[in-house]
């Protein structure tokens, strides 16, 4: 057998199991009365949650400071309550969005000065679900009484 031939004969048969791999991928869900179009293989695009805060029912940067709050913390969590997300982001901004994949989850955020310490209790943001394409505005509010007042320890505390 010439060296040509065989390269036809491998040629056809490498283009024929290439059409059955994609004859199988387009049918496989048609026996399930599913959609064989090629969009049901494509991942959804992400969607958003944007969280808008305020502190006593104010977005002013004062209210920032006077809680001593340098930047919001917030969690998202699965349901089975595995962190997917922590971010944080400037008190002062009085927004976030969190880009996160199609799916259920809920959140927890809390107010925080510049070493991460806790200056608010935290909001929960109960189940929610994030869409394709879609932001999911959420807004809550940070009671400024529900800050505890800042611990501060002496050297002899720091050492035990």
């Known amino acids: 057998m010439s060296y040509s031939t065989r390269i036809r004969q491998l040629s056809g048969a490498l283009a024929a199991t290439a059409l059955m791999t994609l004859a199988m991928g387009c049918s496989s869900g048609a026996d399930r009365g599913e959609s064989s179009d090629s969009a049901s293989v494509v991942a959804p695009s992400p969607g958003w949650l944007v ?29 089975d309550g595995a962190a997917v997300r922590d ?3 400037p008190c002062t901004s009085f927004d976030s969005t969190i880009q996160l994949a199609v799916g259920h989850y809920s959140a ?26 879609s ?14 007042p800042p611990v501060v320890l002496s050297q002899a505390d720091r050492s035990r």
Request: glycine residues 8%.
């Open 51 to 79: 969280v808008d805060w305020s502190i006593d029912g104010k977005a002013a940067a004062e209210q920032c400071d006077r809680l001593g709050a340098a930047v919001i913390g917030i969690t998202v969590s699965t349901p």
């Open 87 to 89: 971010d944080r982001h």
């Open 108 to 133: 927890n955020a809390v107010l925080l000065d510049g070493a991460d310490g806790v200056r608010t209790s935290s909001v929960p943001i109960y189940n929610f679900e994030i869409q394709s394409g």
């Open 135 to 148: 932001p999911l505005r959420v807004p809550i509010d940070f009671a400024s009484d529900s800050a505890d």
